[in-house]
Nanobody
Framework: QVQLVESGGGLVQAGGSLRLSCTASGRTFSRFHMAWFRQAPGKEREFVASISKIGAYTYYANSVKGRFTISKDNAKNTVYLQMNSLKPEDTAVYHC????????????WGQGTQVTVSS
C-alpha cells in the first residue's frame, strides 16, 4: 500500500503559476508510475499528465501540453506538477495517482488539492 498526499493548490489569477506536490509514503516510490488527474465541478475526472518510474517518459493531455510540467524526485518520494499560464478552465480538484504496472489503471489515489484560477 502507498499513501499519497497532495499540496500546493490555491487561488491564482489567470496567467499565473502554481506548483503542486504529491508526497508518497508506505512503499518504495521508485516502483511507481505516477500521474495527475483533475476533476472540475459537474465534470468527469480527466487525465492531466503522467511520468514513468524513473522519470524517463512523460505524457500530457493536449489541453495542458506546453503549459504544465510533471517531474518526479524518487529521493524525496515526491511528484510535482508545475502549472504555468493558468486558465480559468484549469480550475479543478487535482489528484495524484500511482500504479506499479504501466498500462494498467491507477490503484492508489490522493485526496486532492483545489486549484482555482480567476479570470
Amino acid at each position: 500500500q502507498v499513501q499519497l498526499v497532495e499540496s500546493g493548490g490555491g487561488l491564482v489569477q489567470a496567467g499565473g503559476s502554481l506548483r503542486l506536490s504529491c508526497t508518497a509514503s508506505g512503499r518504495t516510490f521508485s516502483r511507481f508510475h505516477m500521474a495527475w488527474f483533475r476533476q472540475a465541478p459537474g465534470k468527469e475526472r480527466e487525465f492531466v499528465a503522467s511520468i514513468s518510474k524513473i522519470g524517463a517518459y512523460t505524457y500530457y493531455a493536449n489541453s495542458v501540453k506546453g503549459r504544465f510540467t510533471i517531474s518526479k524526485d524518487n529521493a524525496k518520494n515526491t511528484v510535482y506538477l508545475q502549472m504555468n499560464s493558468l486558465k480559468p478552465e484549469d480550475t479543478a480538484v487535482y489528484h495524484c495517482a500511482a500504479t506499479e504496472n504501466s498500462g494498467s489503471s491507477y490503484e492508489h489515489w490522493g485526496q486532492g488539492t483545489q486549484v482555482t484560477v480567476s479570470s
